[in-house]
């Protein structure tokens, strides 16, 4: 391999940009602190990258259309994902994301076709609108206790996800947060949920059981969005006190 220093440009401890477009391994040099904004975009070739310790933020859009990218390995120091950073990175089979990243903005994950599985720490709060849009892939993902905040389009497209089982804390299920995830049996929904919206779960056409962790007044009560159930053969909801509800009450 290469020295990386020979075709990275870094200024004041950020990756700019990559002069290598051609490069399979990256390996960034110590004393980095960011991967700057699209500085690896369009690297197809790239393979592996290793991004040491005292690495703090990975840029928006900074291995965005990287289809060639297998590995990522992400340092405990890195506390800041930006939007759409691995966006379309489609060999990309799994990830590790370090316990300090309280969020998973816009698109970060959006495309990529390979990923199977993906951890995600108890530190994050928030998953922005389209974060693992069509990651076809995925079959499973634990949402973290942490988890206050699902925006829309999450996970719209997901096409292999078999089950969710939505924390205690979040109040809203977005806009198509799970539209089009014709893999999905299983559902789990908090008593947190105030509101499911418009085509939250449409065309999931595989779903057979929807849990409601709370008594029936409380289900009634939920706001429910145009379409946020079509599509699904499921004959109900089931609420803790034994009764089943018909998806459209």
Same mark, same amino acid.
């Given at each position: 391999m290469a020295n990386s220093k020979d075709f990275l440009e870094i200024k004041d401890g950020v990756v700019i940009k990559c002069l290598d477009s051609t490069v399979w391994i990256v390996k960034i040099p110590e004393g980095v602190t960011e991967i700057g904004?699209?500085?690896?975009?369009?690297?197809?070739?790239?393979?592996?990258?290793?991004?040491?310790?005292?690495?703090?933020?990975?840029?928006?859009? &900074? *291995?965005? @259309? $990287? +289809? /060639? !990218?297998?590995?990522?390995?992400? %340092?405990? =120091?890195?506390? #800041?994902?930006?939007?759409?950073?691995?966006?379309?990175?489609?060999?990309?089979?799994?990830?590790?994301?370090?316990?300090?990243?309280?969020?998973?903005?816009?698109?970060?994950?959006?495309?990529?076709?390979s990923l199977k599985s993906i951890k995600l720490?108890?530190?994050?709060?928030?998953?922005?609108?389209? &974060? *693992?849009? @069509? $990651? +076809? /892939? !995925?079959?499973?993902?634990?949402? %973290?206790? =942490?988890?206050? #905040?699902?925006r829309g389009g999450a996970f719209e497209g997901c096409t292999s996800l078999t089950t969710i089982s939505i924390p205690y804390g979040v109040k809203t299920i977005p806009p198509s947060a799970f539209k089009d995830c014709t893999s999905l049996v299983s559902v789990i929904i908090p008593a947190s949920v105030k509101e499911i919206c418009k085509e939250a779960f449409l065309? $999931?056409? /595989?779903?057979?059981?929807?849990?409601?962790?709370?008594?029936?007044?409380?289900?009634?009560?939920?706001?429910?969005?145009?379409?946020?159930?079509?599509?699904?053969?499921?004959?109900?909801v089931q609420c803790t006190n034994g009764v089943t509800k018909s998806l459209s009450e």
């Open positions: 904004e699209k500085a690896f975009n369009n690297c197809t070739m790239l393979k592996k990258v290793e991004i040491p310790e005292g690495v703090t933020t990975i840029g928006p859009n &900074s *291995f965005e @259309n $990287c +289809t /060639s !990218l297998v590995s990522v390995t992400i %340092p405990s =120091s890195v506390t #800041s994902i930006d939007h759409a950073a691995f966006s379309n990175c489609t060999s990309l089979a799994s990830i590790d994301i370090p316990d300090g990243v309280k969020a998973i903005p816009l698109a970060t994950f959006s495309n990529c076709k720490p108890d530190s994050v709060e928030a998953i922005s609108g389209g &974060s *693992f849009k @069509n $990651c +076809t /892939s !995925l079959k499973t993902i634990e949402l %973290p206790a =942490s988890l206050k #905040s699902i065309r $999931c056409k /595989s779903i057979k059981s929807i849990k409601f962790i709370a008594p029936m007044s409380r289900w009634e009560a939920v706001i429910k969005g145009e379409r946020w159930y079509w599509g699904i053969p499921s004959q109900g």
